[in-house]
């Protein structure tokens, strides 16, 4: 195809960012900082290997994944507790935040309420920035490995993919069928995944993590949660995310309770004030 005259101007306009994001509400890290500091360790779960599990967090308390045995990455998804519909919403918090999440940003969640669900406190892989191919952690872009896909590239019939141990996580965790549980699972914050997008294509890619044992990512829950996290059956993704062949290992969720008192004048935040007219 023929490039236009002006081919270059039109690639030299500069970018503007869609969405500015210094009037986001700004969380307390100090008080987060200062609560973490005395709380009490009042669950934990592990997740098996090319498993999933679910666990909960009430809100104001904090909770970690973290790697214990070997180089793992988890697909992590994120609910009210009291309200399935009201779940995380990762193109959102990836127009808010950027590709990957660290310390202060946010797990923002769906329409029509729209807001934090958790806050970033912690993270063991905060010095690895981005890399030299455009690579860095915690990612909010891809969506979870799942069978669907599987079958449409490679005519496979994989059940240990992530989209499927979630859904038998939460099933399990909620009573619901299956397929009750299927329309819950949602896209998804890669945990310790190390991601980019090439820059000849454009295409999505992993490489291995560079998680080990004793890195954690934590959180500070800003309404009651249900959680599920999956070891992904790539464990850190080297290579391959649906594979019964890559090495893979458990992750541990802790959750911890601060003194009531170390949160004084702390709220949950209250649902998205639009008032859902859309012009009607």
């Excluded at 059956?233 to 959750?255: K, Q, R, T, W």
Aim: net charge negative; proline share 6%.
């Amino acid at each position: 195809m023929t490039q236009p005259v002006d081919a270059d101007a039109r690639r030299a306009v500069r970018p503007v960012i869609c969405y500015p994001n210094d009037t986001l509400p700004r969380p307390d890290m100090a008080l987060y900082g200062a609560a973490r500091a005395g709380a009490r360790k009042v669950s934990e779960v592990i997740v098996p290997a090319r498993e999933a599990a679910c666990f909960r967090a009430d809100a104001g308390q904090f909770f970690r994944i973290s790697s214990v045995e070997g180089p793992q990455v988890g697909d992590l998804n994120l609910w009210n507790a009291r309200d399935l519909s009201e779940r995380f919403y990762s193109g959102k918090s990836r127009a808010l935040h950027g590709t990957h999440l660290s310390v202060g940003e946010r797990m923002w969640s769906s329409f029509p309420y729209l807001r934090p669900m958790a806050t970033i406190t912690g993270d063991s892989l905060g010095w690895y920035g981005i890399d030299e191919f455009g690579g860095s952690v915690h990612d909010v872009i891809g969506t979870r490995c799942d069978p669907y896909t599987g079958n449409l590239l490679a005519g496979t019939q994989y059940h240990h993919c992530c989209h499927s141990n979630l859904t038998r996580a939460l099933a399990d965790e909620t009573g619901l069928s299956l397929a009750e549980a299927e329309r819950h699972v949602h896209d998804v914050l890669n945990v310790f995944m190390c991601t980019g997008f090439t820059r000849d294509t454009g295409q999505y890619f992993m490489k291995a993590s560079p998680v080990r044992p004793g890195d954690y990512l934590e959180f500070f829950a800003e309404i009651d949660l249900l959680g599920a996290l999956s070891a992904c059956p790539g464990g850190d993704c080297s290579s391959e995310h649906s594979s019964d062949s890559a090495a893979c290992f458990p992750m541990l969720i802790e959750v911890f309770a601060p003194d009531p008192a170390a949160l004084s004048g702390w709220q949950s935040p209250p649902v998205n004030g639009y008032d859902q007219s859309h012009g009607r």
